[in-house]
C-alpha cells in the first residue's frame, strides 16, 4: 500500500451516486457526484444534489475502477484490454 501523508484534514464526502463523467480531453476526466436529500423548495421531493466534482487522468480513473473492484472482493473487468472505442 502506498504511504499517504494529510498535512490538513481533508473532509470526508458521502455521495449517494455517481451523476455525469466528463472527458476534458488530454486524458483527463471531470466524475460529478450527487446525494440524494430532501428537497428544499417542497420538503416533500427528493432532489439529487451535487456533493463534489473529481478531475483526474485516465490511468487514475483506471487505478480507481482496479482498486474498487479489488476491494469490493471481485475480479477487475479488464478495463485496459476491453475498451470500447
Not at 490538513?8 to 446525494?35: K, M
Not at 482496479?66 to 472482493?73: E, P
Amino acid at each position: 500500500m502506498m504511504q499517504l501523508t494529510e498535512p490538513l484534514i481533508v473532509q470526508d464526502i458521502f455521495a449517494s451516486g455517481l451523476a455525469d463523467v466528463e472527458n476534458l480531453g488530454d486524458g483527463n476526466w471531470r466524475f460529478t457526484f450527487y446525494s440524494q436529500q430532501r428537497s428544499s423548495y417542497d420538503g416533500a421531493s427528493t432532489d439529487n444534489v451535487v456533493v463534489c466534482r473529481i478531475v483526474g487522468s485516465t490511468s487514475a480513473a483506471l487505478e480507481a475502477v482496479r482498486t474498487i473492484m479489488l476491494a469490493l472482493g471481485h475480479r477487475c473487468c479488464g478495463a485496459v484490454r476491453e475498451r470500447l472505442h
